[in-house]
Structures are given as structure tokens and as C-alpha cells.
DNA sequence: ACCTGAACACCGTTCAAGT
DNA sequence: ACCTGAACACCGTTCAAGT
């Protein structure tokens, strides 16, 4: 049961997402693989609820209830999101190609839509800056996450000399800027990012909400 | 070689990418699996170089070179990397953990790092933008594309009424906006976000750069 | 009735044996 | 010298056999 859920979490933050297998999976809770399959249909649904729950462990922003701008309330909901998943980086590759719909992920999403209409968008256009904002911030998580299986973590490492070391009239602006591309303040950078989509709403919409109107 | 890559697409495109292994990549090339390993050091290796080959079909924008202004460039160029990875979907999941630093991602990054300069962004701020933009596509393309392995089908396809079967006390902005969650036009929904993004480079920068300066 | 060892049909990768 | 069948050590999942 979540007894499962909660020791492939283990061994998905430990291990990393290609060490738990079935057999691992069981070895961890003291008994067989067939047994897991009383509990669970599948490792898939095993893999579905341990992203939840990483998304349930995410300190939603006390201030959404509270009276203070929209924006610095949206930046603490992205921001939160970025950590949480930050916490259990191996689980991140598992956000690729899907939209997870367990019951906290959708507690985050009603919050955030909750959020923007109660800032005072249209429930349509709360939608869609909703939405942009997840990609970014799944977009970025994904990036600063370590390698999945598919790449060694070596190019990470080594990334920055990488790009020192390619051909410089091919790629002027690459090596010469291999600094920035690699070494990067991660928290800073983000922040950059968001900022923009906040500066960018802010424009877009010419609306500067009411302060902490009530929801209902 | 790369008729190794090209068959290793073939295969993935066809039937996804859980249906790629070394054992149908030999079959689909009409040898045994021990072969491919006399071209290739893994199978990683060969979704690393798939991956790549993707990016390298990307058509990029004409305009980069010519004299129009830098925000219809860089939504060309954003545009087009969606447009490329969309074309290839199931391979996206490859995106998940990692950057791609094969020579067509490289490439691409180099043409776009150069647009952000050559609109007059200082080298800093051009990487800042890169990434972020960057990152949102990935995102974007990543919630746009049929399900890794990890969900199945069905959960898509049924999203909406799942949405709108919640209970609408816990969740009234998500049942309320079931439609607009589920049924959006991609096309128009990643310019929106993307023009958020755009609005808040030029609010940031306060930059109406120089329309079409040469690089060199 | 509940549990699970062992099996099935797969993997990625290697290597001894064939040509 | 080059190639590859067969094997190794794994998978996820199932089911007959045990308690």
C-alpha cells in the first residue's frame, strides 16, 4: 500500500530511478515480488503514486489564503513546486510526456487556478498563465535535474570544459559563454525566468488585482 | 552507423519508444543484436544520437540572418523547435533529465545564443534568456505529447471527464474548467505563453534593439 | 483463503565459437 | 579478421503449487 509507495521512494531517492525494480522493490519490504502484486496492479501505478506523493509533500504557500499580491503569491506556488520536486530529483524524469493527475497533484493545480481567479483573471486566461507557468517550471526542473538513464553523468560534469573546447568559429557564442551556459546560480536563474513570465502577465493583462479578495 | 540511428527512429516513431530494443533494432536491420555492438557502445548511445538527429531536422527560421526584428525571431526559432520535436513525439521523453549536446543541439543553442546578442542582449542576459525560453518549450512539449510509458493512454483521453467528475466542493475551479484544461488549442496556447515570456524580455530589458545588426 | 517460488517472455550486453 | 549464436544476469508479470 503506501507502505510500497513509500519504499520505492526510498529507493528512488537513494538508488535512482532505474534501481527500483520489482525485485529490489520487494527485497526492500522483506518479501516477494509476487506479492506486491496483491497490493499493486503495476510498477507503473507504483511509479505514478510516488510522483504524487513527492507532490504531496510540497508546502503549498501559506499566503494563498492571505492578503498579498498576486505575484508574490504565484512566484512562492512555482517556487514551492521547484523545491518539492527538487527534493527527490531522481523522481523528475517520471514528469516527462505526462500530466500527473493524483489527488495532490491536483490539490496544487486548484490552488494555483484558485489563486489566479481570485487575483481577479478571467477563469480562461487563469487557465493558460497557469498552465505556462507549470511548463517553465517543469521545463527547468527537468533541466537541473541530474542525467536520467539515458545520459552518463560525466557530460554534466565535464560540461563546462565541453563547451570550452568546441571548435570557437563554429560556435562563437557557446565557448565564449561556456561559463554562463554551465556554472549558473541555479535559484538565480530560475527566479530570472519566472520574473519574466510575471513581468510579461503584468503586461499582458494591464491588471494590477484587487489585494487578497476573498474566494468566496 | 546511421542507418543504425535512422532505423533505431524508424522503429521508435512507428511504435514508441518502449518498443526500441536491441533486439528489434537488429531485426529491423536484418542482423543480430551482438552486430549492432561492433557500430554502436550502447543503446544509450543510439538514443542519445536519435535524440540529435531529431534536432537536427529542425528547419531554422531564415529570418535568423536577415534584417526583422529580434522578437519574431525568437519566436520563430521557439516555434520551430516545438514544431520539430512535435514531429517526432514519442521520442520527447528522451528530454526528461538531461541537455542535449549532440552537434544539432549545439547548433541550435549557437543560433539562438547568437539572435539574442546580435539583438543587442548583453552575452549574461542572452543566456538567461535562451534558457528560460528554452525551458518553457521543453515543458510545453513535454505535457503536448502522448504519454511515456509511465501513464497509460486512457488517462489522456478521458482527462476531461475525470476533471469534471471531481468532486466540484474540493476542486470548483478545476471541474469548472475541465474544458479549457483538456480541450485547448496547442497552437494558439504555446504562442500565448510564449508571448507572455517575449512581453516580459522587452518590459525587462526596456530593449527595442536594432533591427537586424550583423553579427560580425 | 492467502501467499509465493518458480516460471515465462522478455531485456542489455558479452564472449566463445564459428567462418 | 570479422561476425554472431548462445549465454549471462537481469526485467515485469503470472500462476500453479504450497500453507
Same mark, same amino acid.
Given at each position: 500500500?503506501?507502505?510500497?509507495?513509500?519504499?520505492?521512494?526510498?529507493?528512488?531517492? /537513494? +538508488?535512482?530511478?532505474?534501481?527500483?525494480?520489482?525485485?529490489?522493490?520487494?527485497?526492500?519490504?522483506?518479501?516477494?515480488?509476487?506479492?506486491?502484486?496483491? &497490493?499493486?496492479?503495476?510498477?507503473?501505478?507504483?511509479?505514478?503514486?510516488?510522483? +504524487?506523493?513527492?507532490?504531496?509533500?510540497?508546502?503549498? =504557500?501559506?499566503?494563498?489564503?492571505?492578503?498579498?499580491?498576486?505575484?508574490?503569491?504565484? #512566484?512562492?506556488?512555482?517556487?514551492?513546486?521547484?523545491?518539492?520536486?527538487?527534493? !527527490?530529483?531522481?523522481?523528475? =524524469?517520471?514528469?516527462?510526456?505526462?500530466?500527473?493527475?493524483?489527488?495532490?497533484?491536483?490539490?496544487?493545480?486548484?490552488?494555483?487556478?484558485?489563486?489566479?481567479?481570485?487575483?481577479?483573471?478571467?477563469? =480562461?486566461?487563469?487557465?493558460?498563465? !497557469?498552465?505556462?507557468?507549470? !511548463?517553465?517550471?517543469?521545463?527547468?526542473?527537468?533541466?537541473?535535474?541530474?542525467?536520467?538513464?539515458? &545520459?552518463?553523468?560525466?557530460?554534466?560534469?565535464?560540461?563546462?570544459? &565541453?563547451?570550452? /573546447?568546441?571548435?570557437?568559429?563554429? &560556435?562563437?557564442?557557446?565557448?565564449?559563454?561556456?561559463?554562463?551556459?554551465?556554472?549558473? +546560480?541555479?535559484?538565480?536563474?530560475?527566479?530570472?525566468?519566472?520574473?519574466?513570465?510575471?513581468?510579461?502577465?503584468?503586461? !499582458?493583462?494591464?491588471?494590477? =488585482? #484587487?489585494?487578497?479578495?476573498?474566494?468566496?
Amino acid at each position: 500500500m503506501e507502505r510500497i509507495v513509500s519504499a520505492a521512494l526510498d529507493i528512488i531517492d /537513494r +538508488d535512482g530511478l532505474d534501481a527500483l525494480s520489482m525485485r529490489t522493490l520487494a527485497a526492500e519490504l522483506d518479501t516477494g515480488t509476487a506479492t506486491l502484486y496483491r &497490493y499493486v496492479n503495476s510498477k507503473e501505478e507504483v511509479l505514478v503514486e510516488a510522483l +504524487d506523493a513527492v507532490l504531496g509533500e510540497i508546502q503549498l =504557500p501559506e499566503t494563498y489564503s492571505q492578503a498579498s499580491d498576486w505575484r508574490s503569491q504565484v #512566484a512562492a506556488g512555482a517556487t514551492a513546486l521547484r523545491d518539492g520536486l527538487r527534493s !527527490h530529483p531522481n523522481i523528475t =524524469p517520471l514528469l516527462a510526456g505526462s500530466v500527473p493527475i493524483g489527488p495532490n497533484a491536483l490539490k496544487g493545480r486548484e490552488a494555483n487556478l484558485d489563486l489566479l481567479i481570485n487575483a481577479g483573471f478571467a477563469p =480562461p486566461t487563469a487557465v493558460r498563465l !497557469h498552465l505556462a507557468i507549470v !511548463h517553465y517550471v517543469i521545463g527547468f526542473v527537468l533541466a537541473e535535474s541530474p542525467e536520467s538513464a539515458v &545520459y552518463g553523468t560525466q557530460y554534466k560534469r565535464t560540461l563546462k570544459r &565541453y563547451y570550452q /573546447r568546441l571548435p570557437a568559429d563554429t &560556435y562563437p557564442s557557446i565557448t565564449a559563454l561556456a561559463d554562463q551556459l554551465t556554472t549558473r +546560480d541555479n535559484d538565480q536563474e530560475f527566479a530570472f525566468g519566472l520574473d519574466l513570465i510575471l513581468d510579461g502577465i503584468e503586461r !499582458h493583462a494591464g491588471v494590477k =488585482p #484587487a489585494r487578497g479578495r476573498k474566494t468566496r
